[in-house]
């Protein structure tokens, strides 16, 4: 039977006492928040201690913090959040970093740790331009070879900066500046008394 979050996060603060910045418990899950220049430690530690056996990396993900809370964000902005699940104990945990350098966002990688996390990185690399380094095989795995810039940034425009096209008279793709005009889009909201009623 898994254990209780409560119980879970005790035995997590008893392994790993003071490299842990952060915990809350919400809606049953736990997460914990580390120091960067702990990261590699906290995660070989969490696969490694027979109590917690956190065996499997479940999910990797970047975020950007830069417009969180409509901009009144005043911490660092780029994090990692990692999800780790027990198979042999039936839990779960998520633990959150943040980059040290908000102009070039690194970190250590964990493909020593679970091999499968190679391409989470590599997804995080591409979308918001997080660094991890010694990753084997760190490129972009979403986007085009030519891309430039992170889409996943708050600050990428959504329309981005070019668009691509086959030419049928140069028989090739070519690569162009963009056509649309870039716009807001507010939905129609009605708030009339008298809508929906009789004429």
């Given amino acids: 039977m898994p254990l209780t979050p409560e119980i879970l996060l005790e035995r997590i603060e008893e392994t ?5 910045l952060t915990q809350k418990i919400t809606q049953g899950q736990i997460t914990i928040e580390v120091p960067v220049a702990d990261w590699l430690y906290v995660c070989k530690t ?14 990797l993900c970047g975020v950007d913090y830069s417009a969180y809370q409509d901009g009144a964000w005043e911490g660092r902005r780029y994090a990692v959040v990692l999800h780790l699940l027990s198979i042999q104990r039936n839990h779960r945990v998520r633990v959150r970093t943040f980059c040290d350098d908000d102009e070039l966002p ?18 995080a690399f591409d979308l918001f331009g997080i660094v991890f380094d010694g990753h084997p095989d760190l490129r ?16 990428f425009p959504v329309s ?40």
């Fill in 46 to 59: 969490l696969r490694d201690t027979p109590k917690l056996a956190f065996d499997l990396m479940v999910d």
């Fill in 106 to 123: 690194i970190l250590p990688s964990l493909v020593e740790i679970w091999p499968g996390v190679n391409w989470f990185e590599r997804e």
């Fill in 140 to 155: 972009r795995i979403l986007t085009d070879y030519g891309f430039i810039g992170h889409p996943f940034r708050k600050d």
């Fill in 16 to 20: 790993l006492g003071d490299k842990i």
């Fill in 160 to 199: 981005g900066h070019v668009e691509m096209r086959y030419d049928p008279e140069l028989k090739r793709v070519v690569y162009q500046p963009v056509s649309i005009d870039p716009r807001v889009i507010t939905p129609r909201i009605v708030r009339e008394d008298n809508y929906g009623a009789a004429p």
